[in-house]
């Protein structure tokens, strides 16, 4: 029996697809181990979304090929830099992003290279993941972007957006409220432009979850700011589903940084936006993306930005460092800036997210929150769970008959990233 180990790099997108591909090996016979020195073949499931992701990945592949494993790459990495990475002694395959979902038959016909041409895809690719061992699941609805972002590579990587129909959603979130699961995250490259393709918008799809699903609980990927409308939030106000947790996709908060990466709205418009969200929604968890050190981006700017994500009721800031990527419009951009005053601008970001999110934190304890519990923590023996607005808590219980059930419990203290609380 073949045995493989697998890593995926990157998105939710990404990481859920990685689970398709190990199932379908599984399917076929072949063997999941979790040590290199177990395997055979090393299947990498790469992110281009960065230089650092890229090196990454090269570094990983070289290592387990050191190791005498045969080496597969798919993903984004694969998809963008096609035939050049067979020159690479120490990459065997490459299968592009949507090749990957057929690596089986690949490997049988002993075919080592597979990347068709997603720029001229209208189709979405249709993957089901029938995995019975957590109790939240992703389910991908979306692949592909229309935007052209000044920094950002991942539409060569992934081609058109292409949507899900509605009937395919909501029957796979039926198969899995029969599986049992009671959370379901919706996932995709850019959910916001779900349905643009066939004259739908995302709210549609969200009034026929509700109408027409089982599931208790249903939570969003990343958003554009331009998504949420306000007829979008006075739905989901409403909702019995909708877990009330935001990631809005910002980037910069400095109005002129956000015209050079051509995104089309203002940082007043989104501030406004998010104070609608905390008016209307209980403690709601609002995330959010913002590169560092974007080309161009001047001391006054990056003030601006640090002034105006204080302001912000943000909860909680993912930050990287602007990293420039061949054949985008930033590359060519004028004003690159060292890595050093990079990571800089990215750290005093990061040090901003941790108080705000600690400050959320403490915003809740004394609150009585619905928690999913996933299951029981192997040192103190306590539950684990996440609340609607995504804290993770752990409960002072053992009870494994809790696990996979909706339970209302009271936040009681904090304990570093997350919440003690009992039931």
Same mark, same amino acid.
């Given at each position: 029996?073949?045995?493989?180990?697998?890593?995926?790099? @990157?998105?939710? #997108?990404?990481?859920?697809? @990685?689970?398709?591909?190990?199932?379908?090996?599984?399917?076929?016979?072949?063997?999941?181990?979790?040590?290199?020195?177990?395997?055979?073949?090393?299947?990498?499931?790469? *992110?281009?979304?960065?230089?650092?992701?890229?090196?990454?990945?090269?570094?990983?592949?070289?290592?387990?090929?050191?190791?005498?494993?045969?080496?597969?790459?798919? &993903?984004?990495?694969?998809?963008?830099?096609?035939?050049?990475?067979?020159?690479?002694?120490?990459?065997?395959?490459?299968? @592009?992003?949507?090749?990957?979902?057929?690596?089986?038959?690949?490997?049988?016909?002993?075919?080592?290279?597979?990347?068709?041409?997603?720029?001229?895809?209208?189709?979405?690719?249709?993957?089901?993941?029938?995995?019975?061992?957590?109790?939240?699941?992703?389910?991908?609805?979306?692949?592909? *972007?229309?935007? $052209? *972002?000044?920094? *950002?590579?991942?539409?060569?990587?992934? &081609?058109?957006? $292409? #949507?899900?129909?509605?009937?395919?959603?909501?029957?796979?979130?039926?198969?899995?409220?029969?599986?049992?699961?009671?959370?379901?995250?919706?996932?995709?490259?850019?959910?916001?432009?779900?349905?643009?393709?066939? &004259?739908?918008?995302?709210?549609?799809?969200?009034?026929?979850?509700?109408?027409?699903? !089982?599931?208790?609980?249903?939570?969003?990927? /990343?958003?554009?700011?331009?998504?949420?409308? #306000?007829?979008?939030?006075?739905?989901?106000?409403?909702?019995?589903?909708?877990?009330?947790?935001?990631?809005?996709?910002?980037? /910069?908060?400095? %109005?002129?940084?956000?015209?050079?990466?051509?995104?089309?709205?203002?940082?007043?418009?989104?501030?406004?936006?998010?104070?609608?969200?905390?008016?209307?929604?209980?403690?709601?968890?609002?995330?959010?993306?913002?590169?560092?050190?974007?080309?161009?981006?001047?001391?006054?700017?990056?003030?601006?930005? =640090?002034?105006?994500?204080?302001? #912000?009721?943000?909860?909680?800031?993912?930050?990287?460092?602007?990293?420039?990527?061949? &054949?985008?419009?930033?590359?060519?951009?004028?004003?690159?800036?060292?890595?050093?005053?990079?990571?800089?601008?990215?750290?005093? =970001?990061?040090?901003?997210?941790?108080?705000?999110?600690?400050?959320?934190?403490? !915003? %809740?304890?004394?609150?009585?929150?619905?928690?999913?519990?996933?299951?029981?923590?192997?040192?103190?023996?306590?539950?684990?769970?996440?609340?609607?607005?995504?804290?993770?808590?752990?409960?002072?219980?053992?009870?494994?008959?809790?696990?996979?059930?909706?339970?209302?419990?009271?936040?009681?203290?904090?304990?570093?990233?997350?919440?003690?609380?009992?039931?």
């Amino acid at each position: 029996m073949k045995k493989f180990i697998l890593k995926s790099m @990157g998105c939710k #997108s990404n990481q859920f697809e @990685g689970q398709i591909v190990a199932e379908r090996l599984v399917e076929a016979g072949y063997e999941e181990v979790k040590k290199l020195e177990d395997a055979d073949f090393y299947v990498l499931n790469s *992110c281009s979304v960065t230089h650092k992701s890229d090196n990454e990945a090269m570094y990983l592949l070289r290592h387990a090929k050191n190791l005498g494993l045969k080496t597969i790459l798919t &993903g984004c990495v694969a998809q963008i830099e096609k035939e050049k990475l067979l020159d690479l002694s120490y990459i065997d395959y490459v299968f @592009g992003n949507e090749d990957k979902f057929e690596i089986v038959s690949h490997l049988q016909n002993e075919e080592n290279f597979i990347v068709r041409d997603l720029m001229s895809e209208t189709e979405f690719y249709k993957i089901s993941l029938n995995d019975t061992t957590k109790t939240r699941i992703s389910l991908k609805i979306q692949d592909g *972007c229309d935007n $052209r *972002c000044a920094y *950002c590579i991942i539409p060569y990587g992934r &081609g058109k957006s $292409r #949507s899900a129909d509605i009937d395919y959603i909501v029957n796979e979130i039926n198969r899995y409220s029969e599986l049992g699961y009671k959370e379901v995250v919706f996932t995709g490259i850019h959910i916001g432009l779900w349905g643009v393709d066939f &004259g739908k918008q995302l709210l549609d799809l969200l009034k026929e979850i509700e109408a027409k699903t !089982s599931i208790p609980r249903y939570r969003l990927g /990343s958003l554009n700011p331009l998504e949420i409308t #306000s007829e979008m939030l006075d739905f989901l106000q409403d909702s019995e589903k909708f877990c009330p947790h935001f990631h809005l996709s910002l980037q /910069s908060a400095c %109005n002129s940084t956000l015209k050079r990466m051509n995104r089309h709205y203002t940082v007043e418009y989104y501030l406004e936006q998010i104070e609608d969200i905390v008016t209307r929604f209980d403690k709601p968890f609002l995330g959010s993306d913002i590169i560092a050190g974007f080309v161009g981006e001047t001391d006054e700017e990056f003030e601006t930005t =640090i002034a105006n994500l204080w302001k #912000s009721k943000l909860t909680q800031i993912h930050t990287f460092p602007y990293s420039i990527r061949k &054949g985008t419009i930033a590359e060519k951009l004028k004003g690159h800036l060292p890595d050093r005053v990079k990571e800089e601008r990215a750290g005093i =970001i990061k040090k901003i997210s941790a108080e705000k999110f600690d400050e959320y934190l403490k !915003s %809740n304890i004394g609150v009585e929150q619905e928690v999913l519990i996933e299951k029981r923590l192997n040192k103190e023996g306590n539950l684990k769970g996440v609340t609607r607005n995504y804290i993770n808590v752990e409960i002072e219980d053992n009870d494994l008959s809790l696990c996979n059930t909706l339970q209302v419990v009271k936040l009681k203290e904090i304990k570093g990233n997350k919440i003690i609380a009992v039931l």
